[in-house]
């Protein structure tokens, strides 16, 4: 029940940011399987006037709201890389996502903390270096819980993600 009031508040508040797709440029994130999905641009949000500290930090390309029944209710922040993914750069846009996610949920008057968060990196093409150093330095400190970035290739799916990630 607390979860449809989440979409429902996300849908009406932030109405000018949604999309129908997590993609740019040439790289995209599936969502099949999803059985109830909001999805948020990053760069509209950044432009919204109630978000106006955000507007000269960078931020990730999509934010996820979904549910699903293997997955339970989730929250995606993700960046998408057509192409040199830079670590310290995606970790910036993460924690940014992040702090943004935990607003909007302040809004509809839940704490972040409820939640799971699966903070997702696409790259059209990953390099070795580049990989390894997102899983040593790809972690992610916020009101004292890690989270991991989780580095994939363009073109997986949102939920095959979370479910092998999980195991």
Same mark, same amino acid.
């Given at each position: 029940m607390i979860w449809m009031c +989440?979409? #429902?508040y996300v849908r009406k508040e932030f109405n000018d940011a949604l999309k129908r797709r997590c993609y740019e440029r040439s790289c995209k994130l599936k %969502? #099949?399987?999803?059985?109830? $999905?909001?999805? %948020? #641009?990053?760069? @509209? %949000?950044?432009? /919204?006037?109630? %978000?106006?500290?955000?507007?000269?930090?960078? =931020? $990730? /390309?999509? +934010? +996820?709201?979904?549910?699903g029944d293997d997955i339970g209710n989730v929250i995606g922040i993700i960046e998408l890389k057509s192409k040199v993914v830079h670590c310290g750069d995606v970790v910036k846009k993460f924690v940014n996502g992040t702090e943004l996610v935990s607003k909007i949920l302040k809004g509809a008057g839940v704490s972040i903390a409820r939640f799971q968060l699966y903070h997702i990196v696409l790259a059209k093409s990953w390099n070795g270096?580049?990989?390894?150093?997102?899983?040593?330095?790809?972690? =992610?400190?916020?009101?004292? @819980?890690?989270y991991h970035v989780i580095p994939k290739s363009c073109g997986e799916s949102f939920l095959n993600v979370i479910e092998n990630f999980k195991a």
């Amino acid at each position: 029940m607390i979860w449809m009031c +989440i979409l #429902d508040y996300v849908r009406k508040e932030f109405n000018d940011a949604l999309k129908r797709r997590c993609y740019e440029r040439s790289c995209k994130l599936k %969502l #099949d399987g999803l059985s109830n $999905c909001v999805v %948020l #641009d990053g760069e @509209r %949000l950044r432009r /919204d006037k109630r %978000l106006r500290s955000y507007v000269n930090k960078k =931020i $990730c /390309d999509c +934010i +996820i709201f979904a549910e699903g029944d293997d997955i339970g209710n989730v929250i995606g922040i993700i960046e998408l890389k057509s192409k040199v993914v830079h670590c310290g750069d995606v970790v910036k846009k993460f924690v940014n996502g992040t702090e943004l996610v935990s607003k909007i949920l302040k809004g509809a008057g839940v704490s972040i903390a409820r939640f799971q968060l699966y903070h997702i990196v696409l790259a059209k093409s990953w390099n070795g270096s580049e990989f390894r150093m997102m899983g040593f330095k790809g972690k =992610i400190m916020f009101e004292g @819980r890690k989270y991991h970035v989780i580095p994939k290739s363009c073109g997986e799916s949102f939920l095959n993600v979370i479910e092998n990630f999980k195991a």
